[in-house]
């Protein structure tokens, strides 16, 4: 978020790759904001899960604004964190093991994350509209 993740940008500033082309779309010029927000990739990673929970994600504004106490808000927090970080892994993938995974199963590998996060958690959750949405979503 503070553009310290060490992107190809950089290294192709310093001469130490051929390009700097996003690794995930081949496409733009890598940079962290890119990566996270407007990489096709990511969209189509994002655009699954909004279709899993049937809502669209909020922005990191949205997130720090919306009400901590709803369990939505924790879900949705929990789902968005697990976005970033598995996204960030199939940057990371490509790095040390040249492939990524396609976006469906990335989307797959989160959902399948957030859900057994949820369900190991939710015997603390008493607010029954929370307890409504999440089933609806499927946990
Ligand atoms: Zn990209």
Not at 46 to 70: A, S
Not at 126 to 131: F, N, V
Request: aromatic share 8%; net charge positive; with cysteine.
């Amino acid at each position: 978020m503070n553009g310290g993740l060490n992107v190809k940008e950089k290294l192709f500033k310093w001469g130490c790759c051929v390009d700097d082309l996003c690794c995930l779309c081949n496409r733009e010029t890598k940079r962290a904001d890119h990566m996270f927000l407007s990489c096709e990739y990511s969209c189509r990673v994002r655009t699954e899960i909004e279709r899993w929970t049937g809502r669209v994600l909020p922005t990191v504004n949205g997130l720090i604004n919306g009400n901590r106490k709803l369990v939505q808000w924790k879900v949705l927090t929990a789902i968005q964190n697990a976005v970033y970080y598995n996204i960030w892994m199939q940057r990371n993938n490509d790095r040390v093991n040249e492939m990524i995974l396609r976006p469906e199963l990335v989307a797959q590998q989160t959902k399948d994350a957030v859900m057994r996060r949820i369900k190991f958690n939710a015997g603390q959750i008493s607010d029954q509209h929370g307890l409504d949405w999440m089933r609806n979503i499927g946990v």
